[in-house]
Structures are given as structure tokens and as C-alpha cells.
């Protein structure tokens, strides 16, 4: 086949605003196993919806935009359901910005050739596809983003802010940028940080970046990261966390309970916590821990905690579709947590 008809039907995002899952979830509770737990954490959810004073992190690992998650993304930032997000690269960069520039992510075959698809320039994540060359315009574009910039450390979600201004002032973007997880949270004043920000399309841009740089250059600065983040529980003492898979993204949130104690100016535990995952903690996996095991650190109180032991594609629609379609946001505001920093507000 040729790389067009390999690169022909289009990954379409799933829109919860569309489709009403209350009934489901709700009789998901009186059955077992993954179901009920997806329930208690539907239900979660909608409390965290509904505590005014609670500030919600939303954190994301995995190929989640690459799979038709970015809608449901966007509907939480849109409605004020999330106050700030905590992802890996690969999410922020690789798949939303990657499509705010107008490129696409396709429907694959897992058991593809894969050595055809290398010499085809198509990348492939299990069952879906994505053009290197488009990947590549991706990286360029950081690093043009980056050369426009004073010469100075940036935490990631300052340069994720720019990302987004630079959408924002580009007209040629209009056509995409409304969809992306980067604008909409630009303009909604919701921080974006990504900790491993080399880790993914963003580092090919800045290695660009500084080998040509030849004097004062742009870098990253995770310490930053984790205190940008620490500010947030500073600032609200009571949060909650809505975890899709595990990694850096996680445990950064989940550590500010801890920061701020090393500060002296200790806050209370993350008063509500939800995690979506396949994987296991017998073998020292699962990111560190359990939410439970999170307690005995001093991150996540148990009251309000449950564990889905389930594929995300499948499991966060729902849960995120439930509290949508329960309405209990309709009484929050925005919180604009991104004017914490000077400098990075959006219009």
C-alpha cells in the first residue's frame, strides 16, 4: 500500500457532551469488580465537581489524544472541570500541539509490517498511525517557538504557555486550534506542566534549539516545575486528583502534599483521588504505589480514593462523561491558577 492510503481514516475524537452514560455507570454500581470501582470513581468525581474550595489536577500519561481522547480532554478545561494539568510530553506535544498544527493521527493495524512502515516514514503506536514528516515540522516549530524567546530557563509550563500564545497569534492555526488542549487551557488560565519535558517532540526542538544557539540559549527547568506546582497547593489548600495512567505526572502531583512540608508551610493531604490503570503494584509497578500506599507517604487521604484497574480509552470517557452529564460543575468558576505567575497571563 501507498503512505497515502495507509494515512487515510482519521482518528475522531469522542465527545461526552454528546452522549449521556449516567444510566450506565449508575447501574455499574450495583455489579462488580471494574465496574463498581468505576463507578465509586464516577462518583468521586462529581463530589470534586461540586467542592467549590477544590482545586482539581487532572494528570495524563499514555497515548491518550493519539486515541480520540483530546474532546474529552477540552470538555473538563472548557467547563471548569479541571484547574490544572499535570502530563507527560508525548500528550501535550507530540499528539495536541502536533494537531493544533493541523496534522492528523490515523487508524492503523497492530500487526502491520513494521519495517515497511520505517521506510514509509508512518510511526506507529499500537493501532494508530502518525507521519514522521509531520512529526518533524512538529519539533521545528518548538524550536522556532524557542528562538523567539528571551534566552533564559523557562519551567514547562511557562514554554507551554507560549505554545499556546503562539497558536493563538497565527492565523494559519485557526482552523485547528479551538481543539487543542494547549490553546483552550491558554486561554482559560489553566497551567500546563509537563516535568520530563525533553521527553517527547519538545526535546528534539530545544536539542535543535541549543546546537544552534551558539551563545545565551532556552532551556527547561524542572525544579521550577515541581515548585510552580507546590505554589497551587499553597495557594488552595484543598485538591483532588483525576489520574489517567501513572509516571512522572503523577508522582509530581502527588508530591506537592510533601514540598510542602519541606517549606514548613504544610497543607493537608489530597482531600480526593482517583486513578485509571493497567498496571500492577506486586512487582514495584503501578508508578510507586497505590493510592492507599500513597497515604503511609503523607500524599492522599482515604476517604475519597478508588483505584479503576482499567484500558483508559475505555474507562476515562466514562467516568469524565458521568460528571459531565451530572452537572455538578455548573457552580464553578474559573480559577485562572496560571495568573499565580506573573507574566503568563492569558487574554
Known amino acids: 500500500m501507498e503512505k497515502k492510503d495507509l494515512l487515510s481514516r482519521e482518528v475522531r475524537h469522542i465527545d461526552i457532551t454528546r452522549l449521556d452514560v449516567v444510566d450506565l455507570v449508575e447501574a455499574m454500581g450495583d455489579t462488580a469488580f471494574q465496574a463498581r470501582n468505576l463507578n465509586s470513581a464516577a462518583r468521586i468525581l462529581d463530589m470534586m465537581q461540586r467542592d467549590s474550595g477544590c482545586v482539581v489536577f487532572l494528570t495524563l500519561a499514555g497515548s491518550l489524544i ?15 472541570m479541571v484547574d490544572a494539568i499535570v502530563s507527560t510530553g508525548a500528550i501535550i506535544v507530540d499528539q495536541d500541539f502536533f494537531e493544533a498544527l493541523g496534522f492528523k493521527h490515523y487508524r492503523g493495524d497492530p500487526r502491520a509490517d513494521d519495517n515497511e ?15 514522521e514528516e509531520d512529526l518533524r515540522v512538529c519539533d521545528e516549530t518548538i ?23 503562539f497558536l493563538g497569534e497565527r492565523e ?22 509537563v516535568p520530563a519535558f525533553s521527553d517527547s517532540s519538545a526535546g528534539f526542538g530545544l536539542v535543535h534549539h541549543q546546537y544552534y544557539a551558539h551563545g545565551p540559549m532556552v532551556a527547561i527547568d524542572s525544579a521550577a ?31 506537592v502534599v510533601v514540598a510542602t512540608e ?18 500492577d503494584e506486586r512487582d514495584g509497578g503501578l508508578s510507586g504505589s497505590t493510592l492507599r500506599e500513597a ?4 500524599k492522599v487521604d482515604t476517604v475519597h480514593e478508588q483505584m479503576v484497574f482499567a484500558e483508559a480509552t475505555l474507562a476515562f470517557p466514562l467516568i469524565a462523561g458521568y460528571a459531565y452529564q451530572k452537572r455538578g460543575w455548573e457552580g464553578r468558576k ?5 495568573d499565580l505567575y506573573s507574566g503568563v497571563s492569558a487574554p
Open 262 to 279: 519541606v517549606l514548613d508551610e504544610p497543607r493537608p493531604m489530597h482531600k480526593y483521588a482517583i486513578q485509571i490503570t493497567v498496571a
Open 172 to 193: 494559519e492555526y485557526a482552523p485547528y486550534r479551538d481543539d487543542s488542549v494547549v490553546y483552550r487551557c491558554y486561554q482559560k488560565g489553566v497551567p500546563i506542566f
Open 225 to 255: 516545575d515541581f515548585l510552580e506546582i507546590t505554589r497551587i497547593k499553597l495557594a488552595h489548600g484543598e485538591s483532588g486528583l483525576f489520574m489517567i495512567g501513572g509516571g512522572v505526572p503523577k508522582n509530581f502531583v502527588q508530591d
Open 66 to 80: 493519539s486515541a480520540g481522547l483530546k474532546k474529552v480532554i477540552t470538555t473538563l478545561v472548557e467547563n471548569n
Open 117 to 131: 512502515l520505517r521506510e514509509l516514514m508512518i510511526d506507529r503506536i499500537y493501532d494508530t498511525y502518525i507521519d
Open 143 to 165: 524550536s522556532v517557538i524557542a528562538g523567539e524567546l528571551e534566552k533564559r530557563p523557562y519551567s514547562s509550563r511557562e514554554f507551554i504557555a507560549e505554545m499556546g500564545r
Open 334 to 338: 474559573e480559577k485562572r491558577l496560571a
Open 295 to 298: 497515604s503511609s507517604w503523607g
